[in-house]
């Protein structure tokens, strides 16, 4: 399993920006291989992390090479303040069980 981390910084958001993150997580979701995905954010920084869950990289690599992804990632100056992307190959994953119906991914996945 794999995880692309975006992590970012908001800047301006208007409705075209809206859409087309609408647009891209709809596509993700229609992928072969997309597990899941989870949003976090940190107040005391400003950054938002999106964290999107794959079966393998040609599944993630299939959304990286959207039309409507390379448009965002082309433009990705409007709206936001700075990004980083992290993609990791999941090795493990355990927990105590309790979170189960909590968590998009779980170690039983």
């Known amino acids: 399993m794999y995880s692309a981390t975006f992590i970012f910084a ?7 920006f809206h859409r087309l993150d609408q647009r891209i997580a709809e596509i993700a979701k ?3 291989g ?7 954010e940190n107040t005391a ?17 299939q959304l990286m090479q959207h039309p409507d992804h390379l448009t965002a990632k082309r433009e990705q100056a409007k709206w ?3 990004y980083q992307v992290v993609i990791s190959q999941v090795l493990r994953m355990y ?3 309790k979170l ?3 968590l998009p991914v779980t170690a039983a996945a």
Do not use: I, K, M
């Not at 997309?34 to 976090?40: F, M, V």
């Not at 920084?45 to 690599?61: F, I, K, P, R």
């Open 95 to 97: 927990g105590d069980g």
């Open 100 to 102: 189960q119906d909590r």
């Open 30 to 32: 229609t992928v072969p």
């Open 34 to 40: 997309y597990l899941g995905e989870e949003s976090w």
């Open 80 to 82: 936001l303040a700075g």
């Open 10 to 16: 908001t800047g301006q958001f208007d409705e075209a």
């Open 45 to 61: 920084t400003g950054l938002t992390s999106n964290v999107y869950y794959w079966e393998s990289l040609e599944a993630l690599q």
